[in-house]
């Protein structure tokens, strides 16, 4: 009877403890999918494309390295019917300089965008410079961008504006996240199927309470 009692509290604290250690699993996994995957740690800067001889600068924070594209977006002054006809480069004297911890510093020189997709219901042109700036590893950041062009005027962004973003790579992208989307699904579920394991696991308790009398007995036991 000693021992049929023993092996019961072992597998009820075991039972218990595999709930809890899930429910771990699933907030860490979630907290994972959420910083890495968050639109901040692919989407890491936006700064307007700077004037003749100007400057533009901001900071960032990336989760984990990797490779990154600067991409130009730019409004079509005139709405596109049909399929977009190509686009010329466009062509630029950008000083782009990214500084990060341990005297990290990557400064490159971008002389044209060249165009290679359309957003249609946002009427904008996308363009990329082809250069592939790589950040070793997690952390704050800054980037300087500096046009160096002081006799031409970028005609595009003159008449429409237009915005640089500093992407992660578009190849990289596709593959980390459907993995961090996998992580994501799965973390639901991990913290679903815990809290309700946690749930069970408190109304069988509950219940057992009321099945056992103050002597060890179970009630059916002392009504018969």
């Known amino acids: ?15 218990f403890w595999s709930i809890l250690v899930v429910l771990a699993l699933g907030i860490i996994c979630l907290h994972f999918s959420y910083t890495r995957g968050g639109v901040k740690n692919w989407e890491l800067a936006n700064l307007p494309f700077p004037g003749a001889g100007l400057v533009v600068a ?4 990336i989760e984990n390295g990797g ?3 600067l991409e130009l977006n730019v409004p079509m002054s005139s709405q596109i019917s049909g399929r977009m006809p190509p686009r010329p480069p466009i062509k630029t004297k950008l000083k782009v ?3 990060g911890g341990n005297n990290f510093r990557n400064t490159q020189y971008i002389e044209e965008f060249k165009s290679f997709g359309l957003v249609g219901f946002e009427h904008i042109i996308l363009y990329s410079s082809g250069s592939t700036i790589k950040l070793p590893r997690k ?5 300087e961008i500096v046009n160096e062009d002081h006799n031409s005027v970028f005609e595009n962004c003159s008449k429409t504006g237009g915005m640089i973003r500093l992407v992660r790579d578009n190849g990289q992208i596709t593959e980390t996240y459907l993995r961090y989307l996998l992580l994501h699904v799965l973390s639901y579920a991990l913290t679903i199927v815990s809290i309700v394991g946690l749930v069970i696991f408190g109304i069988s308790m509950h219940l057992k309470k009321r099945l056992i ?5 179970t009630r059916r036991q002392e009504d018969s």
């Open 1 to 15: 009877m000693v021992i049929g009692f023993v092996e019961a509290e072992y597998m009820k604290n075991t039972l």
């Open 97 to 99: 300089t990214i500084a």
């Open 58 to 61: 901001s900071t960032f924070h």
């Open 67 to 69: 490779k990154f594209d």
């Open 213 to 217: 009398a103050p002597d060890g007995t």
């Open 139 to 143: 952390g704050d950041y800054s980037i």
